[in-house]
């Protein structure tokens, strides 16, 4: 929650300056009202700014009524956040005066810096860390503004606010200023309320993550709609995502630069970091964000948070005038992840005795017949209400609750009534535009939509919400209990190095041991127990199948002595790891460094599974044991391991357990570049999982004295 | 096409009677003109219908100001169309009297037939055989209705037509009649011109996909939506849509009963046929309908028809104001199958001359420059239009054509005479609700989306038309040469004989033979070579591996003596058959009798693909080679077949060839009810595939002595 601003004279914190600031200083101001410089002057002054306005130009005397100041010196007060609306060249100058006056926040909104290519990126470089040893916070440059619906601090030059937006529960965190424009004008359309608007710009200072976890505090917000193109800071999306989901405010959130060509225009758009489109799903799923496929799909959701819509679960009861609607409506639950669950029987018995044509199972299709018996609707829905076990209702009335006017009222104030007694949250489908029964619903705040699909992924993308919550909260839990201590590098070039360093962090592996000769060899494999396997042992080698550096089933003395010659002949070297036979179901396990968000965790099955199926499910580490359950889940062959075609199940405790040490060895040891376990060698149940074969690739040092030396790690 | 109907007099065409009848009675008139007997006479009167309407009920003399007949034999004219809006016991006498009167075509509104229950449905059944023997046709019962609001002809009871509806060259065929009046009242929200409607209602005759045919044929026609619960006629439906396909006439589908809840609904509302949603998949695709996961999808894909939006392929130009947009609009592209190919250097070159900060390469993001300088966009456009191959454009302008009044006129005409010149079909996006620019580009026919997202996946839906419809086209032709006499039934009880059979019909199966004893099997080894299986042959075992009934890679006489006691002792059989080894990637092919659309065909890989994996490919039979290629293609694992991992390509043509085969099979051998290849094995390229197993379960004879001999087959 941000408090109420400081009374003037106190400092205020640099992020409540951003929202609540008690003056604002515009640096460009302008006497032209429709330009840049102009118009958040007029808006504030037009929106009734609570806080002081100070125009800055050497120019004028006075911009829209208020006395305009030659410089930020000579502004008598304290000001808590200033715009800068000046040419790139002449923003450190602006930027250097702020700091002399003590500004603890800048909004920029000058372009020419990193978008238009590396000298304007060298300039952002430098403002940023100017304003950095200044102690200034920096939104922008090349930032559309900030706002504040709520107290009229309309500090953007967004053309949206030509016409009047109304505020509301909602807040917009963009990356892109047009097209957050767009979706404020969208959503006014839809009679969105968005009060809280931050454009990032170019991000040299505050970006994306941090202003999404401000407005999630904020205390008129109750979901953060977000405009993702890509992230530069990772963590700090992660907390503000936290944070959000603790406090209950849904974060919402398209994120676009999927495609090839879609992240070739988001790089020359953004120039952001181009972290792969799979982690940002995997931790949006991971932080309970509202992923949306669409910006539409985000605003219908939207649209439910603000009305109030909170489902408990994904119990929906469907009820309706079209058996076609009800159809088509059950399908798109099931298509969501919805449950449509039956009546009781003795329900439906009753339903049937009132209305003879009516569907009773759910969805319940009470016809066309209300329109001569419109009590039957209020019956019916009493009757599933009672007898239900519902967490939600979705209503469709096609367009007669708006065609007919009595009866749409009736139709309204039943559900109305319904609704509030219930205290369930309900949503109508229906064409209700400029009728009564479309103010009925409005103003108690029912949602109505159009289209079907639409309204019931909105609901899905809530329940869903509600159902996961509780459950990441509790996963958060374990996560961070862990121990997170850093550890140090250690010496992982070849597979028996690698094996054993996972070993010691308490992964299972096959018994082996390293062997120069033929006769160490088999002492070594009678010593394990045959059969075994012979491999090559070489930091040099990585790819030992292909080069005939592996030999496996070596039954007795004699065949790993063959075995051992055979691998010298082909490799030229003799060094081999003699190692025990695991069998198994063959999985891969893996960690990969995410340029944005780190340390990241995947499994799949072997074989093809994963190379050719790309049947695999990734996380960002550390992972709890649920998520580390969900993964293996979420592979299309996990019947698998449950024992599918008559085999036994697999021991998938063990490999839960395997995945969730695994990841938190990725959060640990940053010098792991990439790890791969391939295979993962899974028992029966109870038997154990071990680990056949792993690879670590270090960390390149690109400072180090050997240029080649990081290919050999 | 339909012709103008014939002079009064001339019998006119039954289904030309549907929809241009020249006279019309309705029987069960009533003077309240809001009553089900009432409105469609108000609706054609107020709507200027041009034949002549005869009101008939024995309670009035005139209804609307027409005059009302107490029974149909009073009217003294001829007529084409009997609307009977008259209780369900009463409609058989009704029906009698429009027999004896020559009406070749009725439409019965009644409810009370098979919705109700099997006493229901017995009176439909009579209604249909009343209607058959009399040589009538008939839509319905519980029909809301026919319309063509060409020639006023509203013969529909629908309360949506309280409000004026706009006619335009799009059909309707709806199976819920409540559901359509809703897409009508949703598309008339939208500006969609539906011109023809069908409600089909239970379809004791007249059915959806023969109504779909008459629909596309008519002249008006530019686009037939469908929404689709359950087809009871597959081959007029394929038939229908072959035809529309032909007259490059889009189907648009949106299909409901998919879900589990959802076809319990739509049984209980139309009790109409349980086809699988795969078959209806496969058959949709094949057949090149648009099939729309919402019935939002299809009107925005139908107003786009309306528009004559028509794109040659899937080449998009996009062009944007807002960089995010752009990024938004090239991901969907991406995502739905379009492709966004970049602009020729030269020309990126000259457009970064105009605008530095633009993006150039495509999407072209001319940014908000162009509020300064509106003549760059027209610049930009022309570019692209000159040196980019596009095949149709998409055009981003956020909220501020429908904002800035002399802006937005600019670029609106701009747009439309870029469009005019070029000839390319355009959609915009923005927000122009009002606008002056609005009103442009709707005059110029040039149709405009709030959501970039729906506006690029209803474009992507007519460019893939656009793209398959040539393809599907000379698909028709091979299969329409196919020999289609039917196959009579055969011995196919065991694996030798399901085998046999498929060889002689041109599938390649394992050298093999039948033995009675260990000697023969040698003997029989000895003649196909070694190594061979033996497997156990008998009708009455269908799981032979689970029983211990097959040996794999016997290499030499005692083995294949060992294996022959083995699988004597286990099951009890003294019949093996000896067949050669055969290797390769397995996989599964089949054949399965859809209840709605017959004969299907499907494939897949072995071993857990198919099982577990359900990766698998459907399609109906016939197939033409490229259908059979796709249908590989369509594989998860079609890697596998192209050789992935090192291993050399399989030899996929055989594979094709096979198919293809297959499906004939199916198609001629209507008594095939199912029919497993499994595996398949297929060789290198060149090297041919063979059909190691197969099993064919013959058509269960309900009506045979012996109830339990189907089983047995």
Redesign the interface.
């Known amino acids: 929650m941000t408090d109420t601003p400081p009374p003037a004279g106190i400092p205020i914190n640099p992020l409540t300056a951003l929202f609540e600031p008690r003056s604002v200083a515009v640096i460009g101001a302008s006497q032209n009202l429709h330009s840049i410089g102009g118009r958040p002057i007029r808006y504030m002054r037009d929106a009734g700014f609570a806080g002081i306005i100070y125009p800055v130009s050497p120019r004028y005397d006075e911009v829209a009524g208020y006395p305009c100041y030659a410089s930020l010196a000579e502004i008598p007060g304290p000001v808590d956040l200033a715009i800068i609306a000046v040419a790139a060249k002449r923003a450190p100058e602006v930027l250097e005066a702020c700091i002399a006056k003590g500004v603890p926040t800048v909004v920029v909104y000058s372009?020419g810096f990193a978008?238009?290519g590396p000298e304007g990126a060298a300039a952002q470089a430098r403002l940023a860390a100017q304003a950095k040893a200044g102690g200034v916070r920096l939104v922008g440059p090349n930032s559309m503004g900030c706002m504040n619906l709520h107290n009229g601090f309309l500090a953007t030059f967004s053309?949206?606010f030509?016409?009047d937006h109304v505020a509301g529960p909602l807040a917009l965190v963009?990356?892109?200023?047009?097209?957050?424009?767009?979706i404020l004008?969208?959503g006014r359309?839809l009679g969105l309320g968005l009060g809280l608007l931050a454009s990032t710009g170019n991000e040299a200072d505050l970006e994306l993550g941090e202003l999404i976890g401000f407005a999630a505090g904020n205390r008129e917000t109750r979901a953060v709609l977000a405009?993702v193109?890509g992230l530069r800071d990772g963590e700090a999306f992660l907390a503000s995502a936290q944070k959000a989901l603790e406090a209950a405010c849904p974060l919402l959130a398209?994120k676009?630069?999927?495609?090839?060509?879609?992240a070739?225009?988001?790089l020359?758009?953004?120039g952001s970091l181009a972290g792969t489109d799979a982690a940002y799903q995997a931790v949006f799923r991971q932080m309970g964000v509202v992923a949306a496929?669409?910006?539409?799909a985000m605003l219908d959701t939207a649209r439910l948070v603000q009305s109030g819509f909170l489902p408990a679960g994904r119990r929906i009861g469907l009820l309706t005038?079209?058996?076609?609607?009800?159809?088509?409506m059950?399908?798109?639950?099931?298509?969501y992840g919805l449950e449509?669950p039956e009546l009781p029987a003795a329900v439906q018995v009753r339903m049937k005795e009132v209305i003879?044509?009516a569907?009773v199972?759910?969805?319940v299709?009470f016809t066309?017949q209300v329109l001569n018996e419109p009590e039957r609707y209020g019956e019916f829905l009493d009757l599933m209400l009672e007898h239900g076990d519902f967490d939600a209702f979705i209503v469709f009335f096609?367009?007669?609750i708006g065609?007919?006017h009595e009866f749409g009222i009736t139709m309204a104030e039943k559900t109305v009534s319904a609704a509030r007694q219930s205290g369930k949250p309900f949503v109508m489908v229906a064409?209700t535009?400029g009728s009564a029964a479309g103010e009925i619903l409005d103003a108690a705040g029912i949602p109505t939509f159009?289209?079907?699909?639409?309204a019931v992924a909105a609901v899905a993308a809530l329940a869903h919400y509600a159902e996961r919550r509780p459950k990441l909260l509790t996963r958060f839990e374990e996560t961070a209990a862990l121990d997170r201590s850093p550890i140090a590098p250690e010496p992982v070039a070849t597979e028996f190095e690698s094996k054993a360093f996972l070993a010691r962090h308490g992964l299972a592996i096959t018994r082996e041991a390293a062997a120069g000769s033929a006769d160490e060899a088999t002492a070594r494999a009678a010593e394990i127990g045959f059969p075994v396997a012979l491999k090559v042992l070489s930091a040099e080698i990585q790819h030992k199948t292909e080069i005939g550096g592996i030999k496996l089933g070596l039954a007795d003395v004699e065949a790993v002595r063959a075995a051992y010659d055979a691998i010298e002949a082909a490799t030229g070297v003799s060094d081999v790891l003699v190692q025990e036979m695991a069998s198994g179901l063959e999985l891969i396990l893996g960690l990969k460094r995410d340029p944005v968000f780190g340390p990241m965790v995947l499994c799949g099955l072997g074989g093809?599974h994963a190379?050719?199926?790309r049947?695999v499910a990734l996380r960002h580490a550390p992972v709890d044991h649920a998520t580390a359950a969900e993964m293996l889940q979420d592979l299309?062959?996990y019947?698998?391991l449950e024992g599918?075609?008559?085999a036994e199940p697999c021991d998938i405790q063990a490999v839960i357990e395997t995945i969730v040490r695994l990841s938190h060895l990725g959060t640990r040891a940053a010098w792991i570049e990439e790890l791969d376990v391939n295979p993962l060698m899974v028992g029966p149940r109870g038997g154990g999982c071990l680990v056949a074969d792993a690879l670590i690739v270090r960390e390149r040092t690109p400072d180090v004295s050997d240029p080649g030396s990081a290919e050999n790690l």
């Open positions: 372009s978008e238009t053309t949206v030509e016409r963009t990356q892109s200023g047009a097209y957050g424009s767009y004008a969208q359309e405009y193109e398209v676009v630069g999927r495609s090839e060509s879609g070739r225009a988001a020359s758009h953004t496929p669409t910006v539409d005038m079209s058996g076609g609607g009800g159809v088509l059950a399908d798109d639950c099931e298509s449509v003879p044509f569907g199972s759910n969805p299709d066309a096609a367009h007669m065609y007919a064409l535009a159009q289209d079907p699909s639409r093809i190379e050719v199926m049947d299309a062959g019947a698998l599918s075609r008559g």
